[in-house]
T-cell receptor, first 118, second 112 residues
Framework: GAVVSQHPSRVICKSGTSVKIECRSL??????MFWYRQFPKQSLMLMAT?????????EQGVEKDKFLINHASLTLSTLTVTSAHPEDSSFYIC??????????????FGSGTRLTVV | DAKTTQPNSMESNEEEPVHLPCNHS???????IHWYRQLPSQGPEYVIH???SNVNNRMASLAIAEDRKSSTLILHRATLRDAAVYYC?????????????FGTGTSLTVIP
């Protein structure tokens, strides 16, 4: 089946610094990618929709200047958490539209990035 | 996207069948029903999807009610590796840009 690679899997950063998370579709092209955030024991919350070559669309309540999304190619989207604070500590997950083995209009998800801000 | 309702948690004995229900009473005619599951500290994994007819694959079966207002994911023989949170999601036909909105899902515990 299709693979979406997310890197890094874990990152610890100091408060006030920025962290970049990469999401790559390894064996298919993804014109649309999505970024989610998940707090412990909660469901996934959609943060933004990323379209290749255009600006991301953010969900209500998500600060676009804090969570910078770039989707410069059909296989790579990045999420940068700027000026991170402890409350940004969370599990961040990306997904790509399509991919083999996920059926019609399904999505392939990355394995997630555990961000801890100290 | 239309909303889905699932029980918060369920338990099953190992090697017994599990039926995970999902209500989607506001489903529209072109909505596909997708099921994903999430193991701890991992991203969601595709399980199965369907539109109107029941579906089978190597992982599970999906039974869709005739009026499509509910569906049931069936794991034929639960294993310990099936312990996960299972999400039922509706997906609009014809628009690959549509987002997946996750509900609370059902946390499945498999008892050895």
């Amino acid at each position: 089946g299709a693979v979406v690679s997310q890197h890094p899997s874990r990152v610890i950063c100091k408060s006030g610094t920025s962290v970049k998370i990469e999401c790559r579709s390894l064996d298919f092209q993804a014109t649309t990618m999505f970024w989610y955030r998940q707090f412990p024991k909660q469901s996934l919350m959609l943060m933004a929709t990323s379209n290749e070559g255009s600006k991301a669309t953010y969900e209500q309540g998500v600060e676009k200047d804090k969570f910078l999304i770039n989707h410069a190619s059909l296989t790579l989207s990045t999420l940068t958490v700027t000026s991170a604070h402890p409350e940004d500590s969370s599990f961040y997950i990306c997904s790509a539209s399509g991919g083999q083995g996920v059926g019609i209009y399904g999505y392939t998800f990355g394995s997630g990035t555990r961000l801890t801000v100290v | 996207d239309a909303k889905t309702t699932q029980p918060n948690s369920m338990e099953s004995n190992e090697e017994e069948p599990v039926h995970l229900p999902c209500n989607h009473s506001t489903i529209s005619g072109t909505d596909y029903i997708h099921w994903y599951r999430q193991l701890p500290s991992q991203g969601p994994e595709y399980v199965i999807h369907g539109l109107t007819s029941n579906v089978n694959n190597r992982m599970a079966s999906l039974a869709i009610a005739e009026d499509r207002k509910s569906s049931t994911l069936i794991l034929h023989r639960a294993t310990l590796r099936d312990a996960a949170v299972y999400y039922c999601i509706l997906r609009k036909y014809g628009n690959t840009g549509n987002q997946f909105y996750f509900g609370t899902g059902t946390s499945l515990t498999v008892i050895p």
